[in-house]
């Protein structure tokens, strides 16, 4: 299969992944792209900062700014709607998950 389309299929779970973490805790760019490496996705930050103003503009994401060694670093949390739309993703992935493996 093309990269391309794997890419367009696989961009769901990555915005499912970036919400679960960002409800957990708040999470930041270069610490969510070893998150994703981690898990098997070859993603760039220039690819994961987009996603991320996004989910931001879709009122998925909220961001909050601080000052880190001299730098500002923009921190994402999961909003209200950001935390129900994970609840109902869940709920579709698991069926989703029972109906193919």
């Known amino acids: 299969m093309e990269d391309r389309v794997l ?18 805790h708040p999470i ?4 969510m792209v070893d998150e994703l ?3 098997g996705y070859q993603i760039s930050s220039g690819t994961l900062y987009p996603i991320l103003h996004q989910m ?3 009122g998925l994401l909220m961001k909050q700014e601080q000052n ?5 670093r923009k921190y994402y ?3 209200d709607k950001g935390m129900e739309t994970l609840k109902e993703a869940r709920i579709k992935a698991y069926e989703l998950f ?3 493996k």
Do not use: N, P
């Open 37 to 39: 490496r981690e898990h």
């Open 77 to 79: 949390s999961t909003t």
């Open 98 to 100: 029972k109906e193919i």
């Open 7 to 24: 890419r367009k299929l696989f961009l769901g779970f990555i915005q499912i992944h970036i919400l679960h973490h960002a409800k957990e």
């Open 68 to 72: 880190v060694s001299g730098k500002i």
């Open 56 to 58: 931001e503009a879709d």
């Open 28 to 31: 930041y760019g270069v610490w």
